[in-house]
T-cell receptor
Framework: AQKVTQAQTEISVVEKEDVTLDCVYETRDTTYYLFWYKQPPSGELVFLIRRNSFDEQNEISGRYSWNFQKSTSSFNFTITASQVVDSAVYFCALRRAGANNLFFGTGTRLTVIP | GAVVSQHPSRVICKSGTSVKIECRSL??????MFWYRQFPKQSLMLMATSNEGSKATYEQGVEKDKFLINHASLTLSTLTVTSAHPEDSSFYIC?????????????FGDGTRLSIL
C-alpha cells in the first residue's frame, strides 16, 4: 500500500526565514514518482516538482529546493528567504509507475508572517 | 502546455438539488480523468477514476449512485452530485494527464467549491 505522511500540520515563520516541509512516504514499489504541489487560498493546485525514484539528485529552483533521500523514504521541501506569497497549503504526493492517480499527504499549511 | 478546465468554480444551492461539474481537457484527449474531493483543511482524496466510454471506477466508500460520473467524450468528464445535502459541501477537483506525458504530473482543474444550504 502507498502512504504519504506530512507530520507538520501547520507552520508559521517570519518573512525571510527559511522553512523546511517534511514528507515521508511508504511504498513497496521500486519505481515511483514523488510530487510537491502548492495550494494557495484560491484552491487551485500548482505543480512544483516531480522526482523519479531512481533519481536522487537534489534540485534547486530559485528559492525552492528539494532533498530526496531514498534511505529514509523522505522528500523534503525547503523554501529559503520565505515571502508572504509563499503562504499556502503544500501537498506531497506519490504515484506508482504505470498508474495515474496520486496519493496525497495531508498537507502542511504554511503561514509566512510579514 | 496542457490545460484542464473545470466549471463551475463555485456553486451554492439548496439541499436536494443535483449539481453537475464539468472537467475538460482543452488541448489533449484524456481517456482517463480523476475526481478528487477535499474537505476543509484536509487532504485530497481520490473519489473515482473516470474512463472514457466505460463505467467509472469508484474508490471504497464513495457512493456510485450519489456521485454520477459520465465520460462520454475524450475531452469531457462530468461529476453529478445527486440530491445534494449539506454534508456534500466540499471542494471537488479533477485532473487528467496528456497521453504523451506518461511520466509527467497530472494537470488539475481549478476546482469547484460546492456549498449546500
Amino acid at each position: 500500500a502507498q502512504k504519504v505522511t506530512q507530520a507538520q500540520t501547520e507552520i508559521s515563520v517570519v518573512e525571510k526565514e527559511d522553512v523546511t516541509l517534511d514528507c515521508v512516504y511508504e511504498t513497496r514499489d521500486t519505481t515511483y514518482y514523488l510530487f510537491w504541489y502548492k495550494q494557495p487560498p484560491s484552491g487551485e493546485l500548482v505543480f512544483l516538482i516531480r522526482r523519479n525514484s531512481f533519481d536522487e539528485q537534489n534540485e534547486i529552483s530559485g528559492r525552492y529546493s528539494w532533498n530526496f533521500q531514498k534511505s529514509t523514504s523522505s522528500f523534503n521541501f525547503t523554501i529559503t528567504a520565505s515571502q508572504v506569497v509563499d503562504s499556502a497549503v503544500y501537498f506531497c504526493a506519490l504515484r506508482r509507475a504505470g498508474a495515474n492517480n496520486l496519493f496525497f499527504g495531508t498537507g502542511t499549511r504554511l503561514t509566512v508572517i510579514p | 502546455g496542457a490545460v484542464v478546465s473545470q466549471h463551475p468554480s463555485r456553486v451554492i444551492c439548496k439541499s436536494g438539488t443535483s449539481v453537475k461539474i464539468e472537467c475538460r481537457s482543452l488541448d489533449f484527449q484524456a481517456t482517463t480523468m480523476f475526481w478528487y474531493r477535499q474537505f476543509p483543511k484536509q487532504s485530497l482524496m481520490l473519489m473515482a477514476t473516470s474512463n472514457e466510454g466505460s463505467k467509472a471506477t469508484y474508490e471504497q466508500g464513495v457512493e456510485k449512485d450519489k456521485f454520477l460520473i459520465n465520460h462520454a467524450s475524450l475531452t469531457l468528464s462530468t461529476l453529478t452530485v445527486t440530491s445534494a445535502h449539506p454534508e456534500d459541501s466540499s471542494f471537488y477537483i479533477c485532473s487528467a494527464r496528456p497521453p504523451w506525458e506518461s511520466n509527467q504530473p497530472q494537470h488539475f482543474g481549478d476546482g469547484t467549491r460546492l456549498s449546500i444550504l
